[in-house]
């Protein structure tokens, strides 16, 4: 494995050749906002548009997930910019998000809440107007309660379930305001679902829950 030096924050910092800049982040405790990235990916999906990093001699910022590592490559994570980015997909979120803190499985454990906290931004949509879905819960899992205007579209849930299973029994549908998670059909989801639940412990804002028994 080739080692390069990169200078992050004004802290020259070694690290793998073709990791990614989120990666190296993490590796050296400096914190950036992300909900869609998971370790490992080949090819993160950069949709929540959160982990915006500058690099010098690159004309707008750019997604740490999906930026690899280069000999002397110089970053800021923390740029007047970098931030206004960070906020405004953080609001734009909130938003479309049923902002019920108290009552949430997630409680306290929410990356929207270590966002918010993080940006110095707090919960509220404003300046935007909160937009929700109609439908508050799916129960089209046989185990699990889907709550869509908690679900921030990270995908963390389809791709946690193909890595564990081979194939995921998630899939996004619909468009645009209205694109939710959705299962696949219920054939054989039985024995893999009760006892794995991987899903319910990587989604960051608690959109998945284990529906209680009657």
């Known amino acids: 494995m080739k080692m390069i030096h990169i200078t992050i924050?004004?802290?020259?910092?070694?690290c793998a050749e073709g990791s990614t800049l989120l990666d190296v982040c993490r590796e050296n405790d400096i914190y950036i906002p992300n909900l869609c990235h998971v370790a490992g990916m080949k090819t993160p999906p950069a949709s929540c548009r959160m982990c915006m990093v500058a690099i010098e001699g690159r004309e707008k910022p750019v997604?740490?997930?999906?930026?690899?590592?280069?000999?002397?490559?110089?970053?800021?994570?923390?740029?007047?910019?970098?931030?206004?980015?960070?906020?405004?997909?953080?609001?734009?979120?909130?938003?479309?998000?049923?902002?019920?803190?108290?009552?949430?499985?997630?409680?306290k454990q929410c990356e929207l809440q270590n966002t918010a906290r993080f940006l110095k931004a707090g919960l509220k949509a404003t300046p935007y107007e909160t937009l929700l879905k109609e439908q508050a819960v799916d129960s089209a899992h046989p185990y699990l309660d889907y709550l869509p205007n908690r679900c921030v579209l990270c995908g963390k849930c389809i791709y946690v379930c193909s890595e564990k299973n081979g194939r995921?029994?998630?899939?996004?549908?619909?468009?645009?305001?209205?694109?939710?998670?959705?299962?696949?059909?219920?054939?054989?989801?039985?024995?893999?679902?009760?006892?794995c639940l991987a899903c319910v412990a990587i989604c960051p804002v608690g959109a998945l829950e284990i529906r209680k028994k009657k």
């Open 63 to 107: 997604t740490a997930c999906t930026t690899r590592v280069a000999e002397g490559m110089v970053v800021r994570t923390d740029t007047g910019e970098v931030r206004q980015l960070q906020r405004t997909a953080l609001k734009l979120l909130l938003s479309v998000h049923d902002i019920d803190c108290r009552n949430c499985s997630a409680n």
């Open 168 to 195: 995921s029994f998630f899939t996004f549908a619909r468009r645009g305001f209205d694109t939710v998670i959705s299962v696949f059909e219920m054939d054989g989801l039985e024995a893999p679902c009760e006892a």
């Open 9 to 14: 924050d004004l802290k020259e910092i070694a």
